[in-house]
């Protein structure tokens, strides 16, 4: 059990390594084009038929990021279950992804995916852990149902060879060597291919479905109406419980729970607590930052640029100065895919922080009702949030509106949240080494990925260089 707890640690650490990259690709490629289609002005450079499709070709690439959960799924339960892992875990967080809920046209996917689908449908409806849980419970299932089939055969098998022997005194033509293990191999490619994936599939929904969806949606509608009520009563214990509830699951249904009152509060005029969802939601963008900078203080250590770590801690940060919250938050998700059971409790405290700190001092971001986003087609940001553009709506504002009264404020109490959950985090995993090196349990990740990738350029030089 404890080689195999080790196992899946690494596991997910190679995988959220390999996200990274993944999402990195997407970034870049996505910021190119967009740069030369909106920046430069030249348009029809991937053969769009029409004008119109020219914004759309360059969201192609930033669906790797958007996606991240299909790919982590994917990449897990390969690394875990193998190539039988592959084809099951890549339908089933395609469905969740999408189907799961009330699914839109592949056009509108960019402005509907990320933060909250259309309807609340889609991958918020089981939050990005549920994804971690989904490759885990399936992979273990493939893995251990290949290994309890293998016994089986050869258990059953043996008692399979007396049928054998007599079949084969009436039938001449069978081979002396072949008995009931061989029988049942005949069979090899039906079950290992076609019934223990999909019984695999089938009780991953199952536990997906019934175990995570609905019960979590459950609870996110259950809380809007006391999330409400306390928000006409107290904005500070308000904006308290909506960081708690974004440090949860970030783009799942209980921050969809506050996000509804946010908005609900929004149409009616009132600024405020989409002024703290929208902070809260970036804070933990910042929480891995400072998390890797406290660690090394209390070390004494300086940065390792080196590790897999830095790069999911910096790259954050790096992407809200390109004003892409998008990014500044996904690679949080990765981060916390490394050590849910203290990670997340450090983003809860975190943006809590940030919550009753930006609603203590009362700050308040009007953009949200009157100006028009830089990337809005002409709209307000309060349209926006009426046509369904969560993403674009609720997270650039927090670069408008007034210098002194919000957006210099804003930043330095979304530092202090963020400082605030990454000591928390340096707290938990500390408490949580001790009780991983008493059991021997835990392991050290200094990997990086980018090296990596650098070295095995370099091999594949070297390589080619030989065979000349």
């Known amino acids: 059990m404890k080689n195999e707890l080790i196992g899946l640690k690494k596991n997910i650490y190679r995988s959220t390594a390999i996200m990274f990259i993944v999402q990195l690709f997407g970034a870049l490629g996505a910021g190119f084009f967009f740069v030369v289609q909106n920046v430069l002005g030249i348009e029809h450079i991937l053969d769009a038929a029409e004008k119109g499709n020219e914004q759309i070709l360059w969201f192609i690439l930033f669906w790797a990021t958007d996606f991240f959960f299909i790919a ?40 509907a995916y990320f933060a909250t689908p259309m309807n609340n449908g889609g991958g918020a409806n089981i939050g990005y852990i549920g994804y971690l849980i989904m490759a885990v419970f399936m992979a273990l299932l493939i893995k251990y149902l290949y290994i309890g089939w293998d016994k089986l055969k050869n258990s059953l098998g043996k008692k399979l060879d007396g049928f054998m022997e007599k079949l084969r005194a009436k039938i001449k033509a069978i081979p002396a060597d072949f008995g009931g293990v061989q029988l049942l191999e005949q069979v090899d490619l039906i079950v290992l291919i076609l019934i223990l994936p999909v019984v695999s599939t089938a009780l991953t929904f199952l536990l997906i479905r019934y175990g995570i969806q609905l019960p979590f949606n459950a609870l996110g509608e259950a809380l809007v109406e006391p999330l409400t009520t306390l928000a006409n009563s ?57 998390a890797m900078i406290i660690r090394g203080f209390i070390k004494k250590k300086s ?21 892409n919250v ?114 021997g349990t835990n392991i050290e990740t200094d990997g990086d990925i980018v090296l990596e990738m650098r070295h095995y350029a370099q091999k594949l030089a070297a390589d080619k260089k030989a065979a000349k």
């Open 72 to 111: 982590f799924t994917t990449v897990l339960s390969y690394l875990i279950a193998g190539l039988p892992g592959i084809a099951p875990a890549l339908s089933l967080s395609i469905y969740f992804c999408h189907f799961a809920g009330n699914p839109v046209p592949g056009n509108q996917m960019y402005i």
């Open 234 to 290: 107290s904005v500070i214990l308000c904006g308290i419980v909506i960081g708690l509830m974004v440090g949860f699951d970030l783009i799942g249904p209980v921050s969809m729970a506050a996000f509804s009152v946010s908005i609900a509060m929004l149409l009616s005029g009132d600024a405020r607590f989409m002024t703290i969802y929208g902070a809260c939601f970036i804070t933990l963008g910042w929480i891995p930052l400072f």
């Open 303 to 323: 940065f390792k640029l080196d590790t897999d770590d830095t790069n999911l801690a910096v790259s954050g940060p790096i992407n809200a100065f390109f004003e």
């Open 326 to 439: 998008k990014l500044t938050v996904s690679f949080s998700m990765i981060y916390a895919y490394r050590a849910p059971f203290t990670i997340i409790p450090g983003y809860m405290i975190g943006s809590a922080a940030t919550g009753l700190l930006v609603s203590l001092f009362k700050i308040v971001n009007t953009a949200y009702l009157t100006e028009l986003p830089k990337y809005g087609n002409g709209y307000t940001f309060r349209e926006l949030f009426e046509r369904g553009e969560y993403y674009i709506s609720f997270t650039l504002p927090l670069r408008s509106g007034d210098w002194l009264t919000c957006r210099i404020p804003l930043f330095f109490i979304i530092l202090a949240g963020a400082a605030v959950g990454g000591a928390a985090i340096v707290l938990f995993r500390h408490l949580a080494y001790k009780g991983q090196a008493k059991r």
